[in-house]
């Protein structure tokens, strides 16, 4: 045991961990930064691009680390590079460390669920605010443990730079053993020297992973809502811009006008002409024609599979056309005036022009930020408004939908009705002049169907807000729309009033999932 003790606390065998360290830290923050890189190219469409960081990953991990280490050292002083022995270990390590790196983040970030994305691009955030705010912050979160296990392979690598002569902790190992030859209490010591750098790392590893840990109490209290936002505001408009003089608020026209009177007068708002898509050989829409008037609240009936998600991720340009034209007041959103397709950058600055918002089936609310900081978001890094005001205005829309007590709460930590009313919260902070609903009480229990149904209640017939709905809810369409369009397979079947589609449907496809689905609600 004396002996162990000795050689602990040897400065020969000290000085090798810091060697250690050197080599770790070179390989660990090359590889990491040349990981970034490797990863970014990985996960272009760009074939050529991608193709090239596919070719670096099978050559480094194909490869023995012994090798690249001599390669380096011994090889590329002919090409005129010449390194000293610790930077020759640390260029090999990170050029071998890169391609596991590129795979902890492209894994990460693949992770991310499509939702996620497809929430950010609805709500008008361009790709670079996307990466950085909503994938970035979720794949660094699931990649930390990962990071951490890279962390202490490096530290275990870094002893193959022996070989090259650097006098790192294993090389000082050996040699002293090979002086005095007592190896046992030498590589003993050495290994207890290597178990206190990476247990070490392991801590490091665990802390940085509390510190992310959005479960954490009290993490996630920045700022508690005012008084004055906290308590519900009964009847008080989301910020949606008006629709003119021919708004539809029963209130404004019941005493001169009828709503159906006055949606009839109202202008187009989105037309959708000759629209076709297909995915592969399936050819889902085949030929939608339509226009929405301002104010108007069209719901769209009929059996999965008949277009309706697709019609709304096409008005929203989620998806691409095949043929026909979208546009909102003359804007179709993803094209240019002669149909050429736009970048996304511009397309995302085109929605918020157009004025779309979007609530999806399955909430995809932001899983890292609260709801607060979720209805915030379309205002913070869309319409740059200052932080503070944007928090205040989120949290009236959160009271608007009966959340205001929740608003520090994530997503996890919430039902599902209560996460689609931050949904519905959101995308009305984007200020929207045409808002889709994409089955928004489809992936709800039974129970809380009714607390949404109110949400969506109020703002079709107390906002004059138009709206475009999917839904199976026919109780909900009779109440509350304006117009009722039946989809199969693709077209268009039946429209009318409510009254007419639900009461006396005139095509047999309707007649037959109409008497369906008032069986089931029965």
């Given amino acids: 045991m004396g002996s162990f003790l000795h ?80 930077m020759a270990a640390g260029v090999a390590l990170a050029a071998n460390e890169a391609t596991f790196f590129a795979e902890i983040f492209r894994s990460a970030v693949i992770g991310v669920d499509k939702g996620q994305t497809d929430a950010a691009r609805a709500v008008g955030l361009r790709p670079g605010t996307v990466l950085r705010r909503i994938v970035g912050p979720q794949a660094a979160r699931a990649a930390i443990p990962a990071i951490g296990s890279e962390a202490v392979s490096t530290m275990k690598n870094s002893a193959l730079a022996s070989i090259i002569a650097v006098p790192e902790l294993t090389l000082r190992s050996n ?39 959005l479960s954490r109490v009290g993490k996630r ?46 202008r187009v708002a ?26 108007e609240v069209v719901a769209l009936l009929g059996p999965s599979g008949s277009g309706k998600s697709t019609l709304l991720r096409l008005i929203n340009h989620l998806e691409t056309l095949d043929a026909g034209t979208i546009s909102f007041d003359g804007i179709e959103v993803g094209y240019r005036d002669g149909g050429t397709a736009l970048p996304e950058r ?37 319409h740059r408004v200052p932080k503070d005001e944007a928090l205040a205005e989120a949290d009236r829309l959160l009271g608007r939908v009966g959340l205001s007590a929740r608003a520090h709460a994530l997503p996890r930590q919430l039902s599902g009705g209560q996460q689609q009313r931050v949904g519905i919260a959101r995308a009305l902070a984007g200020r929207p002049q045409v808002l889709l609903l994409d089955e928004p009480t489809s992936a709800l229990d039974p129970e809380l169907v009714q607390e949404v149904l109110e949400v969506v209640r109020s ?58 689905v008032h069986t089931v609600e029965v």
């Fill in 270 to 295: 989105l037309t959708i002409t000759g629209v076709h898509k297909a995915f592969a050989e399936h050819e889902v829409l085949r030929g939608i024609d339509m226009e929405i008037r301002k104010g």
């Fill in 175 to 213: 040699q002293l053993a090979s002086a005095t030859f007592d190896y046992f209490s030498i590589f003993f010591a050495s290994g207890v020297m290597y178990l206190v750098l990476t247990g070490a790392i392991t801590g490091l590893q665990l802390a940085i992973e509390r510190t992310f840990d």
């Fill in 221 to 266: 209290g920045r700022g508690r809502p005012s008084e004055a936002s906290t308590a519900p505001v009964e009847g008080t408009a989301p910020a949606a811009e008006p629709v003119t003089a021919a708004r539809v608020n029963g209130a404004q026209v019941a005493s001169a006008v009828s709503r159906a009177e006055a949606v009839r007068r109202a």
């Fill in 459 to 516: 703002l079709a017939l107390d906002e004059g807000l138009t709206m475009l709905i999917a839904t199976h809810q026919l109780g909900f369409a009779r109440e509350v729309a304006d117009r009722v369009v039946f989809m199969a397979e693709g077209r268009v079947l039946e429209q009318g009033s409510p009254q007419q589609v639900l009461d006396n449907p005139q095509h047999p496809t309707a007649v037959r999932f109409l008497r369906a």
């Fill in 346 to 382: 511009e397309v995302a600055r085109q929605r918020v022009q157009a004025g779309v918002g979007m609530v999806f089936q399955h909430f995809n609310l932001f899983g890292h930020l609260t709801a607060r900081e979720n209805v915030a978001v379309p205002l913070r890094w869309v």
């Fill in 7 to 86: 050689y602990l606390s040897m400065p020969y065998l000290l000085d090798g961990i810091l060697i250690t360290l050197q080599a770790t830290a070179l390989g660990f923050f090359g590889g990491f930064a040349l990981g970034l890189l490797l990863a970014g190219m990985a996960l272009s469409r760009n074939r050529v691009v991608s193709g090239v960081a596919r070719t670096y990953s099978v050559i480094f991990r194909g490869t023995p680390l012994v090798l690249q280490l001599v390669f380096v050292f011994t090889a590329l002083p002919h090409a005129g590079i010449v390194l000293s022995p610790i």
